[in-house]
Each structure stands twice: as structure tokens, then as C-alpha cells.
Nanobody, 126 residues
């Protein structure tokens, strides 16, 4: 069974940084892209960032543009989300997901992804 596993969540102060990672347990699988979504209490899951796996093209939500950086280690089959200048509003459970879609503009939709991680909590305090 293929699973995505997030790591690196935790607590940080506003203005601080955290780095999330997303790896694969079980057998490897082909994917065209990896995305990060987040869900805050009482809110719907929202898109954060995505990266095309082969060409490393990236897409960001406006709310994180300039603060977050998505990347991937092609050899290790691992994705990362570097989060800088954290804000209180960044507090949420963060999920990574894999997509078979090769269209970058489509990667901001949760329906474009076929498998998800279990999520990792990020808490930002003042």
C-alpha cells in the first residue's frame, strides 16, 4: 500500500520558519506533481503550493507567495515546503498529496490529487 508521510510540523513563533517534508512509504509510484494543502479549524481545506515533479514548475496560493517555497528532491522522491515569515493565520494541519495531472493550473484543486498524507500540525503563536 502506498502512503505519503509528512514530517516537520510543530510550533513556531510568528515571523519564524518551519520546513515540512513529504516522503513515500511502501512501493514507489509515478506522479506528475506534488501539492500541499492546509486545513484550519472550522475552515475548508485550501491549496498552498504545488510542484511539477519532472520540471519543478511551481504554483502558489496568493496568501503564501513570497513566504513559502516548495521544492522536491527527485532522487529521494521527497517533497519539501519551506515556510518562512510565518503568520498566525498559517496555523493549520498541512497535507501533502500526489497528482497524476500534468497541467500546472489544475494543481490548485484538491480533486486533482489521487493520494494524500495523514497531515502534520503547524501552530504559529505570537
Amino acid at each position: 500500500q502506498v502512503q505519503l508521510v509528512e514530517s516537520g510540523g510543530g510550533s513556531a513563533q510568528a515571523g519564524g520558519s518551519l520546513r515540512l517534508s513529504c516522503g513515500t512509504s511502501g512501493r514507489t509510484f509515478n506522479k506528475s506533481a506534488m501539492g500541499w494543502f492546509r486545513q484550519a479549524p472550522g475552515k475548508e481545506r485550501e491549496f498552498v503550493a504545488a510542484i511539477m515533479w519532472s520540471r519543478a514548475l511551481t504554483l502558489y496560493a496568493d496568501s503564501v507567495k513570497g513566504r513559502f517555497t516548495i521544492s522536491r528532491d527527485y532522487a529521494k522522491n521527497t517533497g519539501h515546503l519551506q515556510m518562512n515569515s510565518l503568520e498566525l493565520e498559517d496555523t493549520a494541519v498541512y497535507y501533502c498529496a500526489a497528482s497524476a495531472i500534468s497541467s500546472l493550473p489544475s494543481l490548485n484543486m484538491s480533486t486533482s490529487y489521487f493520494t494524500w498524507g495523514q497531515g502534520t500540525q503547524v501552530t504559529v503563536s505570537s
